[in-house]
Structure formats: structure tokens, C-alpha cells
């Protein structure tokens, strides 16, 4: 059990967004999403729940969407915050 994600795990997550968010549709971008869920399984505390924040709302934006680019704009500003506060920085 932990409660933050070390640097490399947090550059796997942003690799894995980029991945979703630039697939074709919801079938492509979904083992990069179920991907990320598995990353971050065992975090747990506030930084799980900021996490699985950001998971959805990558999830959300992927694929053919309405207003896919604000969409896409949120998620985005869910991986700074969770890079802010999930990072261990010991």
C-alpha cells in the first residue's frame, strides 16, 4: 500500500493518456485506460481519488466526442494536478 506514484510510474500514466487520447475511438483507447487503472491500483488516500479523477475524465475525452478539444484541454489539466499532488517526492 502506498500513497503517491514515483516519477516513473507518473511518466507511464502520461504516455498512456497520450495514447488514449489520441486513439481512433472508445475501443482503441480502452486497454490504454484499463492500462492506467492498473498503474495506479495500489495508491490509495487522497492521491487515489485524484487519480481516478483524472482516469474518467481521460476516459471521457477519448474517442470521437462533442467538443472533443475542450475535452481533451480538461483532461490534460488533470494530469498537472495529479503530477502536483501524486508525485512522492522524497
Keep these: 500500500m502506498k500513497y ?3 516519477q516513473e510510474e507518473m511518466e507511464k500514466l ?3 493518456a497520450d495514447y488514449a487520447l489520441s486513439a481512433h475511438n472508445k475501443q482503441d483507447a480502452k486497454r490504454y485506460v484499463q492500462q492506467m487503472r492498473f498503474v495506479i491500483n495500489d495508491v490509495w488516500g487522497a492521491s487515489k481519488n485524484i487519480l481516478n479523477e483524472m482516469v474518467a475524465t481521460i476516459d471521457n475525452a477519448t474517442g470521437m466526442v462533442s467538443d472533443k478539444d475542450h475535452k481533451v484541454s480538461v483532461a490534460k489539466q488533470q494530469i498537472i494536478k495529479a503530477k502536483m499532488y501524486c508525485i ?3
Excluded: S, W
Aim: hydrophobic content about 20%; overall charge positive.
Design 4 to 6: 503517491y506514484l514515483t
Design 14 to 16: 502520461e504516455k498512456l
Design 88 to 90: 512522492n517526492k522524497n
